[in-house]
């Protein structure tokens, strides 16, 4: 019953680092999305994936990229982390479209801290 | 552009009081809306959704109606629990585009206590 999974669920990095958060699931869905979730604030899209092979930005995609080679894998990377980074990130997957009320799954999130 | 407000938060209250958190929004076309609700250390999980006009939708106690006139998808349930105290955000999906995307509220905490 694994749905979405995201490793690691906390990290620390330092200033400049990169690192590389995982997302897979196995609902077969076509819909990868990657949100982050700061202090008091909703989830905001950094980037979205409609099928393997093809990506686009969301609202806050500065400072990340993304890749989406299979229907199973969307994972996220930081390439030179900065403290405004300091976030919760949410992956969330659905089978369809959003707007037709398909339900948006999501992981259990990774807190990452950038000193 | 689309956007959704909630009441500001923390919401306290007794076991078993009314609860009500407010939700309006902004958006062009007929955007489908939905309430998702995070417990602690863990990630979201989707409580309610309607995807039409005067649609209602329900799950565990807990009911909103989609009320265009008012632009609104007000969060109700009779009696809370202990065990509802969470986060509970509000979200409508961004047609543009046909992506499909969220957007959300920037979330209501619930703390009931016993």
């Known amino acids: 019953n694994a749905g979405v999974t995201q490793t690691p669920k906390f990290r620390i990095l330092k200033i400049g680092q990169s690192m590389t958060l995982q997302c897979t699931q196995d609902m077969n869905h076509n819909y990868m999305y990657w949100y982050r979730q700061d202090p008091g604030m909703g989830l905001k899209l950094i980037y979205y994936s409609v099928g393997a092979g093809i990506t686009d930005k969301g609202e806050v995609p500065n400072g990340y990229n993304v890749s989406r080679s299979t229907t199973e894998d969307f994972p996220l990377r930081l390439e030179l982390a900065a403290p405004s980074q300091t976030s919760v990130y949410f992956c969330?997957?659905?089978?369809?479209?959003?707007?037709?009320?398909?339900?948006?799954?999501f992981g259990e999130g990774s807190w990452l801290t950038v000193v | 552009g689309n956007s959704v407000t909630q009441m500001e938060g923390p919401v306290t209250l007794s076991e078993e009081a009314f609860l009500t958190i407010n939700c309006t929004y902004t958006a062009t076309g007929y955007p489908s809306l939905f309430w998702y609700v995070q417990y602690p250390g863990e990630g979201l999980q989707l409580l309610l959704k309607a995807t039409k006009a005067d649609d209602k939708g329900s799950n565990k106690g807990f009911e909103a109606t989609y009320r265009k006139e008012t632009t609104s998808f007000h969060l109700e349930k009779g009696s809370v629990q202990v065990s509802d105290s969470a986060v509970y955000f509000c979200?409508?999906?961004?047609?543009?585009?046909?992506?499909?995307?969220?957007?959300f509220g920037q979330g209501t905490t619930l703390q009931v206590k016993p």
């Open positions: 969330a997957s659905s089978r369809g479209q959003g707007a037709s009320g398909n339900t948006i799954y």
């Open positions: 979200a409508l999906s961004d047609q543009a585009g046909n992506t499909g995307k969220l957007i």
